[in-house]
């Protein structure tokens, strides 16, 4: 069972989420939030238990859900945030996924879909809605540029690990496909994140693109 506690500013679809992820047998719905401050409020409530995930809106008053995913990494970095929003603004996926979010998608996302990437980010899967996706690469060029020579850092076993990290699969998948142990990807992962200096599977992904190791034709 998957607890989640669902943020979004529209009463109509706090409860329309409610509804349609509650006839999912392996989700439980914990509470439903009106802003980043109600979440965070709830999270510092020692009476309730914590979720695995937030679907968390990203434009709300109050605290937004940029400055939310900071606090939750901060004080509660075992939760997974999965971005459900209406905005494919260049800034707001780049600047989610850099303060910490797992994944972004867009509300118009079928309901599997949905289901299925609720389930995958609670793995360690990412997920990065594909009319987004595209723009990634373009916006992290222009940004602060990463390890000097990053791919001749990474092995080419760790460099296909890594196009694995970033289509999404998980540790026992990539296991599979490689024919590695989980245990070993495991180690190789950890030996990424160190080389590429980053503390997760999308930063990791999104560290990839932008020093060129990865190309998006390839995810």
């Known amino acids: ?39 965070l409020d709830q999270l510092r409530d020692h009476d309730r238990s914590l979720p695995q995930l ?35 603004d260049d800034e707001w996926v780049i600047d ?35 009319s987004v996706a595209g723009k990634l690469l373009p916006m992290l060029k222009q940004r602060q540029q990463g390890p000097a020579n990053a791919q001749k850092l990474l092995s080419k076993r760790e460099q296909e690990i890594l196009l694995c990290i970033a289509k999404g699969l998980s540790n026992s998948e990539i296991g599979q496909r490689l024919c590695l142990s989980s245990g070993t990807v495991r180690n190789y992962t950890s030996a990424i994140f160190s080389k590429l200096e980053v503390s997760d599977r999308t930063e990791a992904a999104i560290a990839g693109l932008r020093e060129g190791i990865i190309y998006l034709d390839d995810i």
């Not at 008053?61 to 459900?84: D, T």
């Not at 299925?116 to 990065?128: E, H, L, N, P």
């Open 54 to 88: 937030i679907l968390l809106d990203l434009k709300m008053p109050i605290l937004n859900g940029i400055q939310a995913v900071r606090e939750i990494r901060k004080y509660w970095p075992q939760i997974k945030v999965l971005i459900l929003t209406t905005y494919a």
């Open 96 to 130: 989610s996924l850099k303060a910490g979010a797992s994944g972004y998608l867009l509300k118009d996302t079928p309901k599997n879909q949905l289901i299925d990437a609720i389930k995958g980010t609670v793995s360690g899967d990412t997920y990065v809605d594909p």
């Open 1 to 39: 069972m998957i607890d989640i506690i669902i943020c979004d500013d529209q009463d109509i679809v706090r409860e329309g989420l409610a509804t349609i992820l509650g006839t999912e047998q392996t989700i439980h719905i914990i509470s439903t939030a009106s802003d980043g401050q109600d979440l």
